[in-house]
Structures are given as C-alpha cells and as structure tokens.
C-alpha cells in the first residue's frame, strides 16, 4: 500500500476499510465479535474504540491459519458456526453475508466458502473442483501449478465454519508451502478428508474483491461512491 498505516486503516470516503468490513456483520448480529491485530494493532485498536468488538493478537504474522487459531483462544469451549470474513473487503452486504449463512446451516455443511469468477483471478487463491462440481481444495497464487492459475473461481476468503470442527482442523495445519505459512485454506481440504461436508456458494464477484494496492483501493472508492451501501 505505499505507506506505513496498518492496510486496514486506509480510508474510504474518509472511513478505515475495517469499519466498512464490520458493517454487513454488526448486522448480522453474532454474539461475539473478534477482531485479529498484528502490525499496527495500536492503531487498529484505537479507530475501533466504542464497537462491540475483542481483539485477538497475532504477535507474529505466520498467515490466515495462524490468525483464526489465535482468535480461537478466545473461543475456549464454545460450540456453533464462526463467520471469517479479512478486514479489506468493503463492498461486502449483509444481504450476501445472510446468504451465506443460510446457505452453510441449511447444507449443515462443516465449512462454506463464499467464491466468484473474475476476469483477472492474479493473485488469489483459486477454487479446485473434481469432475462432480464438489471444491476439493483452494491453492494460494504462490503455489497454484500452471493449470490451476488458469482457474478463473477465486476464494474470497469468506467462510463460514463449524466449531470445533474448525479448531480440530487448524490444529493440523502444515506451513509446507512457497510462504512458509499457515493457509486457512488448507483446512478444507483437511475437513474434506474427514468426510465432512463442504459448501461452496459463488457470489457477487464486485463484493468479495480485496484491497492490496493503491489502484484496488481507489477502485472501490468509486464503487462505493457510485453504489452507496445498504442500511438495515
């Protein structure tokens, strides 16, 4: 992004990205909310005075598997589904976000991902699916083989899961990859090979587009300027 300021606290229309990440959830109402902080988490923590929110610290950055199994040590023995949703995707509704819930506790499925098609999928994790349609696994841009970057479905990196079929899985994670990370991704395919159910629900493709740059984020400045956000 240019620019020391923690990713999530550059502005949109005068407001840090992270609020307009919570929005859609505020609205959904869970009963906890839990944010992860890493660099910056000073900065972070202060903008978020006031919201309904509890953070969780990841001391050292060594990926999104890493950052959800520090969330769940504020989790202790709790039992029912956890939204995951990253703190740069401010043209989310609450509207897909209900939709995606739904869609997971109707299917009773262990794990939901929320998908879409783009054009230019560079840079995201893309969706591996067998010849029945059903997602087998997600591979990360930095490891996908030549035939798996031609997927256009991206992960969105917007889940829901069950718990603690979620922390079980996380707890086998592997850093065996191009980053030396621990990918949330590689829990679906851990859930699959346990014979749990995985959904896939494919979305609005505009809604689910990160921020990584500069040009992204003027990007969806302009979107929002153009298509003002539901209010519920």
Avoid: W
């Avoid at 959800?68 to 949703?85: F, N, P």
């Avoid at 819930?101 to 991902?113: L, Q, R």
């Avoid at 921020?211 to 400045?221: D, I």
């Amino acid at each position: 992004m240019e620019s020391p300021l923690p990713k999530v606290l550059h502005p949109v229309k005068g407001r840090p990205l992270i609020k307009y990440a919570l929005d859609p959830i505020l609205q959904v109402r869970p009963l906890r909310n839990i944010v992860v902080v890493g660099y910056g988490r000073g900065e972070v923590i202060r903008v978020l005075e006031g919201y309904p929110v509890e953070f969780a610290v990841q001391d050292v950055q060594k990926g999104t598997g890493h950052a959800v199994s520090e969330a769940g040590r504020l989790l202790a023995d709790y039992t029912g589904t956890v939204l995951v949703l990253p703190g740069d995707v401010p043209l989310l509704t609450v509207s897909t976000l209900k939709k995606l819930m739904k869609f997971h506790m109707d299917g009773s499925y262990a794990a939901t991902v929320l998908t879409g098609d783009v054009e230019n999928p560079f840079g995201y994790g893309r969706v591996v699916r067998d010849k029945q349609g059903d997602l087998v696994k997600i591979v990360e841009e930095r490891d996908a083989g030549v035939s798996e970057k031609r997927l256009h479905e991206i992960n969105s990196g917007i889940y829901c899961f069950e718990y603690p079929p979620l922390r079980e899985a996380l707890a086998e994670l592997k850093n065996e990859n191009d980053q030396g990370e621990y990918y949330l991704t590689d829990t679906i395919a851990i859930l699959r090979a346990k014979g749990l159910r995985i959904g896939v629900l494919k979305g609005n493709s505009e809604e689910i587009l990160g921020v990584n740059t500069v040009l992204e984020l003027k990007a969806v400045e302009k979107k929002i300027m153009k298509s003002p956000r539901e209010e519920n």
